[in-house]
């Protein structure tokens, strides 16, 4: 990895004192990158490049998308080449604890890890949970990994746009191991499956051995769960949980031809069971890529993912659009009182919103 200084400016400033020049340091303004500047850095594996390219994918201002687009077209023939894991788990499963056992290991045997996270949570509250105690103190500082939190205050959708792209980047890179990391709440579990070769549940067990809130459309994505925390006197409690929900898993897909999910468990903390699960996913994805079925996984993701962009745009420009915002105010005043029914409203708006579209020059 090659990391350039950050560079530094001595600008002539011209002094108080008429006939004398005094010269002094100021900070650095950064230039904004160009997009062969930043196509040529990731290329590299030029970790500065590699940050503001994480960074324009995330951002909302249009004339970044324009670079960040243009860039992504660019680096789409070198993409495509690393086995993209996705994890999932209820808050405090271990997920963070887990991602640096696996990741370390992997790095330490000449993988290159890039770590990523989907924290919804930002797009509410403009937090973010992941960002805060990401748990990855050694991962992070590895010389063959990198370690990105989600993007914080962004816009429904955002993330996950964001995340996507930032797969690309990091693929581009040379990263050959991409980890997504998503906290199991609302959508984010369904779009990190849908960006992922192999979706890893881990789940725990609650006070006897049952398991702490798995939801059964999380279950029905997932290609292997993992019960954490089997350590100390959890075994036993883990073992119990693990029978369980293989016997559950087996109903759940009962459907002729389909392979059984396999049910494991480990510690991320003791570093147990992990070279376990690595083997799973490993076999999992290399066996999807020799039959073909791995690259018509990703074209149907690259479809859906055209789907949602075509609601994340059309919802964003009507969010943005001046007068939609007052007429969606008013209306929203009349739902309330019960005036009209909120899908004619609704309905009202989208027309106006595409009649003023039709009618500008
Ligand atoms: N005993 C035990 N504790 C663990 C294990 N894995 C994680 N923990 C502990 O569980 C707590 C939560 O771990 P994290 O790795 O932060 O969990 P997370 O799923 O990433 O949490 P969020 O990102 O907040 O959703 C920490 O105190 C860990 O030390 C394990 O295998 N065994
Ligand atoms: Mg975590």
């Known amino acids: ?54 960074t324009l994918v995330e951002s909302l201002d249009a004339g970044h998308r324009t670079v960040a687009e243009n860039m992504l077209e660019r680096l789409l023939p070198r993409t495509g080449n690393a086995i993209r894991l996705g994890i999932s788990g209820v808050p405090g499963s271990g997920k963070s604890t887990f991602i640096e056992a696996l990741g370390t290991r992997l790095a330490d045997d000449g993988h290159r890890v890039a770590v990523l996270a989907v924290d919804p949570s930002s797009e509410i509250s403009g937090g973010s949970i992941l960002g805060d105690k990401t748990r990855m103190e050694r991962l992070a500082m590895h010389d063959s990994a990198i370690v990105r939190p989600s993007p914080s205050g962004s816009v429904p959708g955002g993330v996950a746009r964001a995340t996507r792209e930032s797969i690309l980047v990091a693929e581009a890179a040379g990263f050959d191991v991409v980890i997504v990391e998503t906290v199991g709440v609302g959508q ?8 992922t070769d192999f979706f890893l549940l881990l789940a725990i067990t609650g006070a006897g051995d049952d398991l702490q809130g798995i939801k059964r459309g999380v279950l029905e994505l997932a290609d292997c769960v993992a019960i954490n925390k089997a350590d100390g006197d959890n075994v036993s409690r883990a073992e119990g949980a693990k029978g369980q929900l293989a016997a559950a898993l087996r109903l759940l897909r009962s459907r002729e031809g389909e392979a059984a999910v396999p049910v494991m468990t480990c510690s991320a903390l003791e570093r147990e069971g992990v070279a376990e699960i690595w083997s799973v996913v490993e076999a999992r994805v290399s066996a999807l890529r020799s039959d073909g079925s791995l690259a018509t996984r990703r074209r149907e993701q690259a479809v859906r993912w055209m789907d949602q962009a075509v609601a994340h745009i059309l919802d964003s420009e009507f969010q943005a659009d001046p007068g939609m915002r007052e007429e969606c105010e008013r209306l929203r005043a009349r739902v309330r009182e019960g005036g009209v029914l909120p899908f004619r409203a609704a309905r009202g708006l989208v027309d106006a919103f595409l009649g003023g579209k039709r009618d500008e020059p």
């Open 1 to 54: 990895m090659t990391d350039s200084p950050r560079e530094s400016s001595l600008r002539e400033v011209p002094g108080v004192d008429p006939g004398r020049e005094h010269k002094v340091r100021v900070p650095p303004r950064r230039r904004e990158a160009s997009v062969d500047e930043l196509v040529a850095g990731v290329l590299d594996g030029n970790r500065t490049m590699l940050g503001r390219a994480f």
């Open 188 to 195: 984010s579990e369904t779009d990190v499956a849908w960006m």
